[in-house]
């Protein structure tokens, strides 16, 4: 089974703090994308990463930056967390056409 | 307004009901998702569609590419298929690296 794995379930962090949410994925998946979950908007993407080294702006980037040294990690860096960037966010990777998700990372910015 | 749109945003079924989920989307896609969503927070793609109709367990997806619409039925519905159901389209203008469009999902409940 391909899994994705986030490094945090709950995460707190203090305004001004920088954050690093990790995702790994173990089936060499090309494409990763990091999300953010809000209620009543749905999922919307932040950033996703089509190779190593190589990322693009999803629709809402501002407060945040990735990275993706290796194929199998792709990481969101907040890099001063904000209490606007409280959320749920989700890490998937693409193979074919197919999308696993991780498990999510519930950060919480006070 | 939404690329795309799911009906009802709630729902409450009694166990053993028949329940309908709709998904419509208005850009050109090249596949459509039916992901579901347990509290807690993990998402398990249900499935991916591109055409006519697929069938797992007690779970069908259907899609009509002409009108731009999808369901989910589940029949013999119970507890644990409480969830929120997410309709997601992968748009064949930005397709090329399977990013998705969501729906806003639909939070199912279904009682004992």
Redesign the interface.
Known sequence: DVKVTQSS?YLVKRTGEKVFLECVQDMDHE?M?WYRQDP??????IY?S?DVKMK?K?DIPEGYSVSREKKERFSLILESASTNQTS?Y?C?S??Q????????T?LTVV | KNEVEQSPQNLTAQEGEFITINCSYSVGI??L?W?QQHP??????LF?LSSGKKKHGRLIATINIQEKHSSLHITASHPRDSAVY?C?V?SEGRGS????I????TKLSVKP
């Open positions: 379930r494409n994308f009543g908007l749905g999922l919307r993407l996703f089509y693009e999803g749920m989700l998937a693409t193979l056409g197919r999308a696993f998700f991780g498990q999510g519930r | 090249s596949a998702h992901l807690g927070g993990g998402i398990v793609s991916m997410i997601a992968r690296q399977g990013n998705l969501f729906g806003k999902g």
